[in-house]
């Protein structure tokens, strides 16, 4: 299972992932969940949207402005993780959905490659903890909002 996209927007919370099955990729997702996730969830979701704060550089009054709400994983032609955060952003005319800047996995072979858009191994260890997070939500690990009870009577 490799999970795709984590986003929580509007008290709902939506994950796409993949498992092999062959020669392909079957892809799931669970769309527009009510059910609350677990506090470690929403935990990491702040300790992202904290990481992504500080590596814009904009300061604290862009931060207060700033919501993420969810992020996606592509892989590029070589395989490397490329990352893609969207947040609502308010930029002093209101709030505004905004796709950020595409985030680089580290090199796995060019341990010294740097960059604006590469994650540090912090940063990426902080999305990875997150998608984890995400999976165990899509396999039920949540607060359940509605339950169908038999209504035995």
Not at 1 to 13: A, G, I, P, S, Y
Not at 105 to 112: G, L, Q, S, V
Request: charged share 25%; with cysteine.
């Amino acid at each position: 299972m490799e999970v795709t996209q984590v986003k929580r927007l509007n008290d709902q919370t939506t994950v796409i992932w993949t498992t092999p099955n062959g020669q392909h990729l079957e892809y799931h997702e669970l769309v527009n969940c009510p059910d609350v996730p677990e506090q470690g969830f929403r935990e990491q979701m702040l300790l992202v949207e904290a990481g992504l704060v500080a590596k814009t550089g904009f300061g604290e009054k862009f931060g207060k402005g700033f919501t993420l709400t969810g992020i996606s994983m592509t892989r590029n032609a070589a395989g490397r993780r490329q990352f893609t955060p969207s947040a609502k952003v308010n930029f002093g005319w209101g709030e505004t959905g905004s796709a950020l800047s595409l985030l680089l996995e580290p090199d796995a072979e060019n341990k010294r490659t740097t960059g604006a858009n590469v994650l540090t191994e912090r940063e990426l260890t902080q999305i990875e903890t997150l998608f984890k997070l995400g999976a165990k939500y899509a396999a039920g690990e949540r607060h359940q909002a509605k339950l169908e009870l038999d209504k035995a009577g």
